[in-house]
């Protein structure tokens, strides 16, 4: 029977049929989707409202808040108010940290990727049978808390370590180096811990790679370096962005590691915020601190991706 047999109730009765269908299915996936929605409300959406909330009032003496509508500690951020006038004056120290944070990130994005993008390579070219055990390799340091991988660290760089000792051994130097508590203690803290973030993504998209390309190109007399910058990387840029967005949104709110390595002496904003919750018991401040860092790292991602997603191909 075609459709032209068919009457017009038939197909009023069939169209229904089909309405009915749509709706259930999309009922269902709504009930389905129900437990997800509400951890993201619970544990994302409301602690989100509480800070904003907390940003705008007054800290109380001892901790937690006064409910007083105030907008010091966005002013805060950027002045102190004289103790005598009551006058503003800027103080840059709170944007110095948040700098400081920010180049430490950027400079453990660049390195990973410099040292990460050789490595998901070696491991992309690997027979397959040998792949999977790369890949155990490199997420072994997941098996260990960061906590104890990073004193680890510090047992490695401080002046009696692993390191002074050595070279005292060898008769390199004559006294230990400090590396510990310094600036290259946290910038080799954040590339240990984050590394593995920058490697995973980019195997991910080379292993992808049809690699008759690149046989392609060198039969097109291409230079190894033309090959790899006219077809290996445009091809795997996918894994390069959301390698270098995993490695740069955790490395600017370090905590453990600069807490850690750097002794306290040289802050970074995670410690800067757990500092206003702490000792300096100004929860507002705090939450200010948090929502300047996330409207800061919004931007600057959306400003990425804008830039580069029209340029993104996959092979």
Request: net charge positive; proline share 5%; hydrophobic share 55%.
């Amino acid at each position: 029977m075609t459709t032209a047999a068919l009457s017009p109730t038939t197909l009023s009765k069939a169209a229904l049929f089909e309405a009915q269908a749509v709706k259930t299915s999309a009922r269902r996936n709504r009930l389905l989707s129900l437990p997800a929605l509400i951890i993201i409300g619970i544990f994302g959406v409301l602690p989100l409202v509480i800070i904003c909330v907390y940003s705008f009032l007054v800290a109380a003496p001892y901790g937690g808040v006064q409910w007083q509508f105030s907008t010091d500690a966005y002013l805060n951020f950027l002045f102190q108010r004289d103790i005598f006038d009551d006058t503003l004056q800027f103080t840059p120290d709170f944007l110095i940290i948040y700098l400081r944070s920010f180049l430490f990130a950027v400079v453990t994005t660049v390195i990973c990727l410099l040292l990460g993008f050789p490595t998901a390579y070696f491991m992309a070219t690997r027979p397959p049978a040998q792949r999977n055990w790369w890949v155990l390799l490199i997420t072994i340091p997941f098996w260990s808390n960061l906590l104890v991988r990073t004193l680890a660290i510090m047992f490695i760089i401080r002046d009696e370590g692993l390191i002074n000792n050595a070279l005292i051994g060898l008769g390199v130097i004559d006294k230990p180096i400090t590396m510990l508590y310094t600036n290259f203690a946290i910038q080799l803290g954040l590339l240990y811990a984050f590394l593995p973030f920058m490697v995973l993504p980019l195997y991910s998209s080379l292993e992808k790679l049809d690699f008759r390309l690149v046989e392609a190109g060198y039969d097109l007399y291409a230079t190894r370096r033309q090959v790899l910058w006219r077809v290996i990387i445009p091809l795997s840029k996918p894994g390069i962005i959301a390698g270098c967005l995993l490695v740069f949104i955790p490395a600017l709110g370090a905590y453990v590691t600069p807490l850690i390595l750097g002794g306290g002496i040289h802050l970074m904003i995670g410690d800067l915020i757990a500092q206003q919750f702490g000792s300096g018991r100004n929860w507002p401040l705090g939450c200010a601190q948090a929502l300047i860092l996330m409207a800061a790292v919004l931007v600057a991602l959306f400003l990425y991706v804008r830039n580069t997603s029209g340029k993104v191909q996959h092979g």
